[in-house]
C-alpha cells in the first residue's frame, strides 16, 4: 500500500494568514492526488482533485500543487470557515489511502 | 446531483455483525463505484472497498477481508456494507463516497452523511 504523511499535524492560524499543509507520498503517484476538508461531526468534502484541479463550487482561495511524490494545499487567505482538518488522498492505486491530516486551528 | 443518504445510528455486542445501507439520488446509480471508509474517533481516513453495481464487483482492503461485505442493490440505488465479528476497535463512523472517475482520476464525492457504529458490551 502506498503510505501517506502530512504536515505540519496541526497549525494555528489567523484569519487572513497564508496557510500551506504538505503531502508526501511513499512512492510517485503522478497527479493522484486529493484534497479533501472536514469539520467536526461532519463528512470529508472535496476541495481539490487531480493534485491541483479545483472542485466546482469550492472558494478560489484554495489551491493545490505538485506532482510525484510532493504536494502543497494552499489557503491564499484564511477565512474563519476554514478552520478544519485536511486530509490528501492518493488515487494511483488501490487501496486508495489518506495522509493522517492537518488540523488548521484559530491562533 | 448525487446524494448519498445512510442508515442510522447502532449499537453492537462483541461478536456480532452490523449492516450499514446507503442510497443514492439522482444521476445514474449503476455506472459508478461507491467505497466505504471509515474513521475511528479522533482518527483519520480508511477505506475499506468498493462496489460497481453495474457489474456487482466488490473488491476490499485486505485488512478486511473475510470480514467485510458490500453490496448493492440496483432496484432501490441502495449500497451496503456489512462487517461481522466486530470488536470494539471496530467503533467508528462509517461512510459511503460516490467513486468519480474520469478518464484518468478519480476521487469521492459526495460523500454520506456517515453512521456511528458503537460496539460495546
Known amino acids: 500500500d502506498i503510505q501517506m504523511t502530512q504536515s505540519p499535524s496541526s497549525l494555528s492560524a489567523s484569519v487572513g494568514d497564508r496557510v500551506t499543509i504538505t503531502c508526501r507520498a511513499s512512492?510517485?503517484?503522478?497527479?493522484?492526488l486529493n484534497w479533501y476538508q472536514q469539520k467536526p461531526g461532519k463528512a470529508p468534502k472535496l476541495l481539490i482533485y487531480a493534485a491541483s484541479s479545483l472542485q466546482s463550487g469550492v472558494p478560489s482561495r484554495f489551491s493545490g500543487s505538485g506532482s510525484g511524490t510532493d504536494f502543497t494545499l494552499t489557503i491564499s487567505s484564511l477565512q474563519p470557515e476554514d478552520f478544519a482538518t485536511y486530509y490528501c488522498?492518493?488515487?494511483?492505486?488501490?487501496?486508495?489511502?489518506f495522509g493522517p491530516g492537518t488540523k488548521v486551528d484559530i491562533k | 446531483q448525487v446524494q448519498l443518504v445512510q442508515s442510522g445510528a447502532e449499537v453492537k455486542k462483541p461478536g456480532s455483525s452490523v449492516k450499514v445501507s446507503c442510497k443514492a439520488s439522482g444521476g445514474t446509480f449503476s455506472s459508478y463505484a461507491i467505497s466505504w471508509v471509515r474513521q475511528a474517533p479522533g482518527q483519520g481516513l480508511e477505506w475499506m472497498g468498493r462496489i460497481i453495481p453495474i457489474l456487482g464487483i466488490a473488491n476490499y482492503a485486505q485488512k478486511f477481508q473475510g470480514r467485510v461485505t458490500i453490496t448493492a442493490d440496483k432496484s432501490t440505488s441502495t449500497a451496503y456494507m456489512e462487517l461481522s465479528s466486530l470488536r470494539s476497535e471496530d467503533t467508528a463512523v462509517y461512510y459511503c463516497a460516490k467513486e468519480y472517475s474520469s478518464s484518468l482520476y478519480n476521487w469521492f464525492d459526495p460523500w454520506g452523511q456517515g453512521t456511528l457504529v458503537t460496539v460495546s458490551s
Open positions: 512512492q510517485s503517484i503522478s497527479s493522484y
Open positions: 488522498q492518493q488515487s494511483y492505486s488501490t487501496p486508495p489511502t
